[in-house]
């Protein structure tokens, strides 16, 4: 069976560039369009990973992950932060709210590979 | 030897009388008097509640004759009228046995009815077996207590003066403290606005970047399709970071105030029109209707077109991009008076949409910089939120004013009112040049002679 990885970002584009990066890992896909929308889906679905944005309407990205990781249930889904607020107290923030990572936007789409390769123990693949 | 005793008995005060014998006595004794109506200082005697004697001082500091004091029946009259009420009251305690001061201050009238003296009054009794009575010299003391009134004065105006100081020093202060909040607060607006500016211009920035890369990384594993779709996003993403620019730039210019407004007389029927025209084509690439109204060929204000053009266009966009069923109504008319203290003529804007409209709590906060609606569905639309907040610095710099109402599920209606102006009427000497009858040179020139 594929791992699953949800990617919740409320900009169409970005969540589409990280979706591909995860199709190329062999992983399952799931977006979410926003904060309630991620909560729900990952109580649902429990990925492996979370791309999580952290400007979002409805609940933003640091009080969805800290949902998440202070739940027993959900606490060993592993969250990387994207954010284009991409000041030291952010990377503080995301921090503070337990995420395993955080990368600033605009980010690289090999690192985010790299990295998402790694919390997924899926060795990239060399092309 | 005699002198030296003399100066002795002078000092002590006591022995030199009654060395002297009596032709002697009588000669010190008219010596004395002579000097006591000399001196400066008042001098009376008393007895049976009547002057005994009074010398020249007294008489010039009152007024009064030498005769008219000795006659005088009562003390009262001498007494300014403030001082009458204390000077009784002293006699009645003095009379009752009770011990006061001997030398005090009062104060006399003068005998011209109007005058008040000052005075210092020392008081000595004389005790003997057949003579009762007091002696009491009177010191003016009128320069001294002006001189102290008006200390007083100047004691008083300082303290005004100071107080007028410490309160000029305190609202100076309050103006400060709130000059400084003010700054702190505007400096929190610049540093929330730099990291919102950021944020935003990095978000399409990052669509750019990812497609790029992938693109670069992943050469020739796309079809032609993908890589379609792919450019089409960082095209689309270009777009919107430079007209995120622009629009930060627009804003930027307008806070400063350096923006070239470049205003002239511009019909805005025609304006609107033209931003009309130029959004069908979109229209009716969405299936939706774009209709336009006015009730006049032509309506003038003082403004730039392109700017009217701007709202215009920002509002059929917002209209294009929040409608999915029906279209866009515009309609322009002239209105009076059309809120309460507006006395001119304007003209009203309206573009009405069938769109998702705005809920209630949302109304006040949409011509805020960088609100976007929060949309249901999650989805942002394209922008920054940023086209509403420059609409308005547009229309307010115009004197005019921007509107919305909405219901939520039926659609918007946002209404712009400019001031009209009627078109100036042409100068004479301008028709006969348009019409070819006048060089612009002749008419300078007869304009100059006739100044």
């Known amino acids: ?127 | 030897m005699e002198r030296s005793d003399n100066a002795d008995s002078l000092k002590t005060g006591k022995t030199f009388p009654d060395k002297c014998d009596e032709a002697d006595k009588s000669i010190l004794y008219g010596a004395l008097v002579a000097s006591l109506s000399d001196m400066g200082q008042g001098l009376v005697i008393i007895e049976n509640r009547r002057f005994a004697y009074v010398n020249q001082a007294i008489c010039a500091m009152t007024g009064y004759s030498e005769e008219e004091l000795l006659g005088l029946e009562t003390f009262v009259p001498l007494f300014h009228p403030e001082e009458r009420q204390r000077v009784l009251e002293r006699h009645i305690r003095r009379i009752s046995g009770e011990q006061f001061d001997t030398c005090y201050e009062t104060a006399f009238l003068h005998r011209d009815g109007l005058r008040r003296i000052d005075v210092e009054m020392s008081v000595a009794f004389l005790r003997s077996p057949n003579r009762h009575g007091v002696v009491v010299t009177v010191r003016d003391i009128s320069e001294r207590k002006q001189i102290e009134e008006q200390i007083r004065r100047k004691n008083e105006d300082l303290e005004q003066l100071k107080i007028g100081l410490e309160k000029m020093v305190r609202d100076r202060m309050s103006e400060l403290e709130k000059a400084n909040k003010q700054l702190i607060r505007l400096n929190q607006i610049k540093s929330d606005f730099i990291s919102i500016v950021s944020h935003e211009l990095r978000t399409p920035l990052t669509s750019i970047k990812s497609f790029a890369e992938i693109m670069l990384d992943d050469l020739g594993k796309h079809d032609q399709e993908t890589q379609r779709r792919y450019l089409s996003i960082i095209n689309s993403e270009s777009d919107r970071l430079s007209r995120l620019i622009s629009d930060i730039l627009d804003l930027q210019k307008i806070d400063s105030g350096k923006i070239d407004w470049h205003d002239e007389m511009i019909n805005v029927v025609e304006v609107v029109r033209r931003a009309v025209d130029t959004f069908s084509g979109a229209f009716v690439e969405k299936g939706l209707s774009l209709s336009f109204e006015s009730a006049g060929d032509c309506m003038m204000t003082e403004a730039a077109p392109d700017r009217i053009f701007q709202v215009v266009a920002n509002l059929l966009s917002n209209g294009l991009k929040f409608t999915e069923h029906g279209g866009v109504e515009v309609n322009i008319r002239l209105v009076e008076a059309p809120y309460e203290g507006s006395a001119e003529k304007f003209i009203r804007i309206s573009v009405r949409d069938t769109g998702t409209g705005i809920p209630q709590e949302e109304l006040s906060r949409i011509f805020e910089r960088f609100y976007q609606i929060d949309q249901s569905q999650g989805r942002k639309h394209e922008g920054a939120g940023l086209g509403l907040s420059i609409s308005k610095d547009i229309i307010d710099h115009y004197r005019g004013r921007i509107t919305v109402e909405s219901v939520p599920g039926s659609g918007s209606i946002f209404c712009v009112l400019l001031p009209e102006q009627e078109q100036p009427r042409k100068k004479l000497g301008e028709v006969l040049v348009e019409l070819g009858m006048l060089t612009e040179t002749e008419l300078v020139s007869a304009l100059e002679k006739q100044s």
Not at chain 1, 50 to 79: E, F
């Open chain 1, 1 to 127: 069976m594929k791992k699953k990885v949800l990617v919740c970002d409320d900009e169409p584009h970005i969540a589409e560039s990280v979706a591909y990066i995860v199709d190329s890992l062999g992983c399952e896909c799931l977006t979410a369009v926003n904060g309630e929308e991620a909560l729900q889906y990952a109580r649902d679905e429990l990925p492996e990973v979370l791309v999580l944005d952290v400007r979002m309407p409805k609940m933003d990205g640091y009080a969805v992950c800290a949902q998440l990781k202070s739940d027993v249930a959900t606490a060993g889904i592993r969250i990387i932060m994207l954010t284009a607020f991409g000041q030291r107290r952010d990377e503080e923030a995301s921090e503070a709210a337990g995420a395993d990572e955080f990368m600033a936007k605009p980010f690289s789409p090999r690192r985010l590979r790299i990295r998402l390769g790694e919390l997924l123990g899926v060795a990239e693949r060399i092309r």
